[in-house]
């Protein structure tokens, strides 16, 4: 039987070590009881809506484009279709009509930040004057109150959905990503990404370029042919979500 002596020094070292084991696991303790907080820790944008009804959702992010814009709303008007608009403050205040134009044609506007930036490089709370600034923006020149955000780039580490959900907004991604802002893209290339992946509840990001305005009547009407509603994002979201 070995015997073992601690001078005073390694018995406080090893209360001190033992109390900090015992703070942290009460600590974790109360975070897991925490629904809020095990909620906001689990946290994810939303990629896809509700799969149970044959509906899709047309997402076109904005912040330049402006002169193929008011032919992508003829289109969708012509064809009963509505889509979600999101939409940068800059963008906005410079073209206050399109704006307009897209809500009295019964299209959603969302959120797209106010300067285009790179949120995972901005703390929370200069993600959060982005959102409020256009939030602003845009209620001011549409009356629309805007709830649903999509971060630039895609962009989504958890303090920028952090940022966005503590303003009351749900974070937005995508389905099917067009890659339509790339100009080696062809109109046959987008349209083919669309109906080759069309899904029920599909999030189809797209943006105002030429070669989307070129592929969009056809997209229309043959997702409309194979039996898919084109809703705005709200709606294709499930109820609660």
Sequence with gaps: ???YYWNKRQIAKTLVILSA???IAVLGYDILKDDTVVMTLASQPIYQGDSRFQKMALTINV????EFIPDMLKILKANNAKATFFI???FAGKFPELVKMIAEDGHEIGNHGYSHPHPDKLSKK????EIKKTEQVIFEVSGVKTTLFAPPYGEHK???IEAAEELQYKVILWTIDTVDWDKNRK???IYEKILKNAQNG????????????KALENIVKDLQKKGFELTTLSQLLPKGK
């Design 1 to 3: 039987m070995r015997i």
């Design 202 to 213: 599909a999030i189809v990001l797209m943006h105002p370029t030429e070669r989307t305005l």
């Design 126 to 129: 200069e993600n959060q004057e």
């Design 21 to 23: 084991v015992f703070v």
């Design 158 to 160: 958890p303090h920028v």
């Design 187 to 189: 109109p046959q290339d």
């Design 88 to 90: 940068t403050g800059r």
């Design 63 to 66: 912040d330049w484009g402006e």
